[in-house]
Every structure is written in C-alpha cells, then in structure tokens.
C-alpha cells in the first residue's frame, strides 16, 4: 500500500529518486505511465496489468476506448530502480506532467503519483477541502452508475 507525500526532485539526467520506503516494491521493475489526471503513476507490474486487462476490455466498446488504450500504451514505459533507487523519466513524460525538477510522490493507496509541485499545489487544497468537507458526492454517483471500480 503506498500512502504518504514526498518532496523530491529530478536530478540532471532527469531521474528520479523513489523515497526509500517503497523502493523494495518497485526493485524487479515498474510501469511509469501518464495519467488522466495530468501526472504520471508508478505501478507495479500486477497493477499494471490490472489497469491494462481494464483498457483492454473497455476498448472492445468502440474507437474513442481504443484511442485511450493507445494513448495509454504510448505514455507508459517499464522502469527498473538502479541501486541508488533511481528510476529514468523519459522528456515526453515530463513534459507530459509539466515536471521540470522538484516533483511531489504522492502515495496513490494502490501506485504512487508523480505531479510537478506547481500542479500538486493547485490540486493538493481540493482534495483536502473535499475530505474536510466529507464532499463524496463523486462517489456515490459512480456507485450509483456502476462506475465504481474506475479512476
């Protein structure tokens, strides 16, 4: 389970160092990918494919889930840590979630989310009013839609 907020940064090759408490989940390998939310998630291999299987059976219902399958294949890369717990952050993944340097990892419950601090700061307050405010009208309507397993 990956919980907690961490502020790290890229260094000048563009990698990025995993904070130490969950480097032993990620050390035979991990998926970075783009998200729908505009920072990038690290998962591991089960949860990535997990995340796939989903895409994948979604993309039967027409060209716009194909088109996501593709968009979400072309944005993930399979990343290994090296011994210092750095993983490689291709440019395009970067420039995708607008990360220069300092970076926030988010712990995400089931992967952790990489967000460019500037980004994290404008969503970071909305999440925290929402659970202040027990606002999971969100929620419920998913559950009602039978949506309740999507992100």
């Not at 408490?21 to 997990?50: N, P, V, Y």
């Not at 979604?58 to 840590?81: E, H, Y």
């Amino acid at each position: 389970m990956f919980l907690g907020t961490f502020e790290h940064s890229l260094d000048e090759k563009g990698r990025l160092i995993l904070p130490s408490a969950f480097r032993e989940q990620f050390r035979a390998g991990a998926f970075l990918t783009e998200s729908l939310d505009g920072c990038l998630s690290l998962m591991t291999e089960s949860i990535f494919k997990e995340q796939v299987a989903e895409k994948q059976q979604l993309a039967r219902a027409g060209r716009i889930a194909r088109n996501q399958l593709r968009a979400f294949a072309a944005g993930s890369t399979r990343v290994t840590p090296d011994k210092q717990g750095r993983i490689p952050v291709s440019l395009d993944q970067r420039d995708f979630a607008g990360i220069s340097k300092a970076c926030v990892i988010n712990g995400a419950i089931t992967h952790l989310e990489v967000w460019s601090h500037d980004r994290w700061a404008e969503l970071g307050g909305e999440g925290r009013e929402a659970l202040i405010a027990g606002d999971d009208t969100d929620i419920h309507l998913r559950l009602l839609l039978g949506q309740e397993n999507q992100t």
